[in-house]
């Protein structure tokens, strides 16, 4: 399964642009030219990355993306701009929790490797839940067994470090 890269921007010539830039990645590429679009496209498919614009009438990108983290929150999100100030870039760090805050114009290898490496972060993270998932399962598990069994769980050693299994010999 190919991964899903959302683009929104107000401007069609941004979101082909866009896509041009990744025409040659194993992405399905999707647009929106707004963020009430871009909701309803995410409400019917999983989208793994979104490139959203800061400034688009009726909603801004830090607004949108703030609910997309909200409703989506395994989706990355990147947001990208014409009109970069700090206030812009706080602002999408913090309702946002964006994952990138990129530029306009943006250098096509930047936008590609920003990216795949999103694509690799979302992988790394969605590895480290199941991780975590099998880790608090056996930690449940082990306690089960202390509970019925007191001591199961204990290491006896001598006084080299070696493990003692059976306490008479």
Not at 113 to 128: F, G, N
Not at 130 to 137: F, T, V
Not at 145 to 169: C, F, N, Q
């Amino acid at each position: 399964m190919s991964s899903k890269v959302l683009f929104v921007d107000d401007e069609p010539h941004v979101t082909e642009a866009l896509k041009r830039a990744l025409r040659k990645e194993p992405y399905e590429v999707l647009s929106a030219g707004s963020a009430r679009d871009a909701l309803r496209v995410l409400s019917e498919q999983p989208i793994d990355v979104v490139v959203s614009d800061e400034r688009m009438p009726g909603m801004s990108g830090s607004e949108f993306l703030a609910q997309v983290a909200d409703a989506y929150p395994d989706t990355i999100r990147i947001i990208l701009t014409g009109h970069a100030t700090m206030e812009t870039a706080v602002r999408a760090i913090n309702e946002g929790r964006v994952y990138r805050f990129m530029t306009k114009p943006v250098n096509e290898m930047d936008l590609v490797v920003t990216i795949r490496r999103a694509l690799q972060h979302k992988e790394v993270m969605i590895k480290a839940a199941k991780l975590e998932k099998i880790a608090r399962q056996q930690r449940t598990a082990l306690e089960d067994l202390e509970r019925r069994y007191p001591g199961i769980t204990s290491i006896k050693t001598d006084a080299k470090g070696t493990i003692v299994l059976d306490d008479e010999g």
